[in-house]
């Protein structure tokens, strides 16, 4: 039984966990938001369900529940490799249940099916100036797929409410099984003088990344892009590419546009670039000492850094108070690979100095090391240097979550997403005559 079939056992049993829910306690207040949560993006406000993925404050992204070395332990791998295929986590994301190596292989064969990229996106790429930013590029090729949409041309057609998933379904494959591909394109047509390596049916969904930029005899660097995709692939359901993802699909628009919308959301420097500002600073830190520094000397120049009004990227979190199990994954992945390299050192030396540092700052929650603290590093030591790539393979990997999270919003029969929204003199008439209350985000000076 594959996974469509699999899938559409489980669904009765989940509908009606969350028809009871509806049903019985719809009334139940979850929580209230307050004016400091209103004027400050919503932080933190419980406004989704999300079964796919949580972030535990102490042990990081659960992905079904899984951990991190949990996830990377029990998903089944290819001979020879120590880390997971991409076929076996999406599985294990879209049915919620551990697959065996058989499950695992036949989404990898499904995307090998499935993954042929139709000219007219090749050609929309080239059209565009070569100096065109790689996400707008992505971005755009993943919308000129769209045209293909089983859901749009059976919706058009009438479909019955309760169908919506299978198509989303459908084109959720179909749109994954191409991401290596066009991802592939754009960076050899940005970097590599437009060269094409079509791909190789005896390796994986990662590898054949790897074998498509021209890296197809590195086993390291096919092993750090499987697990470089299944680290990035879900980060619960109410961050900015996901929830922007979630609005638009709510539209029923379908996986292509609401996909597009997500990566959008992840090409902005506070969300998906962050990746690039971090290995930027690690560049830029080693070039100013011309050596790795001394650890009193890193400890004085981030010093110096943080009294200018600047930041140390790569260090918190706005959820886990811990090490991001996902940096830790990375970093057991280059002391095994590429110890000897010295932005390594200078990534390890940062993780014993700049915690401290934050710490004694009295602003930072969360002083320790995410996952964007690391990933560029990685991908810098296998020749990737290209920064303003590297969240264009964030969202390669990414899009495997987002397209969970709408297939399974329409197995729900979730409704379009319309909260509501006040005016200042509102707000302002619903305070007047109280005391001030303090601490809010407009208080601190």
Not at 91 to 116: H, I, N, S
Not at 299 to 313: E, H, K
């Amino acid at each position: 039984m594959g996974m469509k079939e699999r899938l559409a056992a489980k669904i009765p049993a989940w509908r009606e966990r969350v028809n009871r829910l509806k049903r019985d306690y719809g009334p139940f207040k979850v929580g209230e938001v307050t004016v400091e949560q209103i004027f400050g993006g919503i932080r933190g406000v419980q406004i989704s369900v999300s079964d796919i993925s949580y972030v535990d404050p102490n042990e990081g992204v659960r992905l079904r529940g899984y951990t991190i070395p949990e996830t990377l332990s029990l998903l089944p791998k290819v001979p020879g490799s120590v880390y997971p295929m991409m076929g076996g986590l999406y599985f294990l994301l879209m049915v919620d249940e551990m697959p065996t190596m058989e499950d695992a292989l036949e989404v990898e064969a499904e995307w090998k099916a499935r993954g042929e990229v139709p000219g007219h996106v090749f050609d929309l790429i080239h059209a565009m100036p070569l100096s065109t930013h790689p996400m707008t590029l992505f971005s755009q090729a993943v919308m000129a797929l769209q045209s293909q949409s089983v859901f749009a041309a059976e919706y058009s057609n009438g479909l019955a409410k309760k169908d919506y998933w299978e198509y989303y379904l459908e084109d959720s494959l179909n749109m994954t099984a191409k991401l290596p591909a066009i991802g592939a394109y754009i960076y050899n047509y940005k970097y590599q003088n437009g060269m094409y390596i079509p791909p190789n049916p005896d390796l994986d969904w990662s590898a054949n990344f790897a074998h498509m930029i021209g890296k197809g005899d590195n086993k390291e660097y096919q092993d750090l892009c499987r697990l470089f995709f299944v680290l990035h692939s879900d980060h619960e359901g109410a961050n900015v590419s996901a929830h922007t993802s979630h609005l638009v699909a709510s539209a029923l628009s379908d996986i292509y546009l609401a996909s597009a919308a997500g990566l959008n959301g992840l090409a902005g420097p506070l969300h998906g670039l962050a990746n690039q500002e971090c290995i930027r600073w690690l560049l830029n830190t080693y070039n100013h000492f011309g050596r790795l520094p001394t650890r009193d000397e890193l400890a004085q120049y981030v010093q110096d850094i943080l009294a200018s009004g600047l930041v140390v990227p790569g260090y918190g979190h706005a959820v886990l108070r811990v090490t991001d199990p996902r940096f830790t994954a990375q970093l057991e992945f280059a002391e095994r690979f590429m110890p000897d390299d010295e932005l390594l050192q200078l990534v390890k030396l940062g993780t014993e100095v700049i915690p401290g540092i934050l710490l004694a700052t009295g602003k930072a929650k969360n002083p320790y090391p995410n996952v964007d603290a690391i990933n560029g590093t990685l991908q810098y030591h296998y020749g990737v240097t290209q920064f303003d790539f590297y969240t264009v393979l964030f969202g390669i990997s990414r899009l495997v979550g987002l397209t969970t999270h709408a297939v399974w919003s329409r197995i729900f029969g979730k409704p379009i997403e319309r909260p509501k929204s006040l005016t200042t003199k509102m707000l302002e008439e619903m305070v007047e005559g109280l005391p001030p209350m303090g601490n809010g985000s407009g208080a601190k000076g």
